[in-house]
């Protein structure tokens, strides 16, 4: 078989669950946590993937596992007589995935993981890159999906904003008129949404999920409305702040970018002003980046992201 051996692990259930005494409670000495989870279908899922809505054989179709505290989907892997839970980015080919037994598909388990387990199974963190607009962000991220191509992916939000030269629709931005997203915003389909400089800004749920169905780190362009609002949800990303050397580089690149006119560039520098304070907050970013020299700049959001992707690269196939 050309996969690795995924890290071991086998459940301990709730002996009190029918239909779960065949998993094996051997956990005694890791250390553990305890959440909650629940199966669910795979065509229910949000992120599923095209080879899972493959049937599986007599019983049916593959379930995939929803943990709480997980991003990736999980899958139950029998080796000899144990169950090991394993992420499915270390998962081989579709066919080599196993059924979950019946009894097990519904309703809630209480199960105790290693916390190790965990942690290799949340994958990639998603990363938040926020400043003040003209600092330099645009540009870092471009450098990035094209250095880390496969590695990285953009959640491409949606703007009431007009496009600019150049800009194209659903690969920068997802070009709407203000009807249509609040239309949307109503009915939950945003993660976040902002008002900048007298346009909505948002990031869909659906902009985040594509890039995860991929095995992407999601990488979202947000203002500072953006990091509070995220910081209120269970996405848990990296928060990078891109900051220009001052103001007045600052006004001088957004001016030498020509896309803003005089009123929205004057937008541009009240709302930095608001934003380099509030950035000061402890713990507000996990890395404040000053966008002085572009490469040095880039090295430093390197060396932040340098963990997450050795985890978005994966084991090597053996
Ligand atoms: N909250 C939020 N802010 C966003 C989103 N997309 C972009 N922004 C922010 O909106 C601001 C204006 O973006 P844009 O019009 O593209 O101008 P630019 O940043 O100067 O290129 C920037 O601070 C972006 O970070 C989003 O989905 N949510
Ligand atoms: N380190 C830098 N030195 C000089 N110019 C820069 C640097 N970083 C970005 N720029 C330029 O500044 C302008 C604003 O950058 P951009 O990436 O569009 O900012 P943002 O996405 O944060 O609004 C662009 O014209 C870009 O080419």
Redesign the pocket.
Known sequence: MSWRRPLGCALATDASIPGTEWLDPFLMDVELCRCQFEFLPAQQGATQHSSQRQSHGPRGKAFRLQLPLCKNEVYFLPLGTFYHLVPSTLFPEPAERTLIPKACRKGQFSCHFPVGLIKAMQGPRPVV??????AG??TLLKKLLKDYENIFGF?V???T?QPRPGEVNGK??HFVTREDMLKDVNAGEFI???E??G?M???SKAAVQAVQAQNQICV????????K?IKKTDLNPIYISIQPPSLEVLEKR?RE?Q??TEESLQK?LK?ARV?LELSKEPGLFNLIIINDNLEVAYLKLKEILAEEIKKAQGPKKS
Request: avoid cysteine; charge should be negative; charged fraction near 25%.
């Open positions: 890159l926020s400043g003040p607009s003209g962000k645009s959640s939000s949606h703007t904003r920068d931005y976040e949404h902002a900048f400089s346009n800004y948002g990031t979202l362009d947000v203002d500072m409305q953006g990091v609002n957004l970018r896309t803003e541009r709302a934003d």
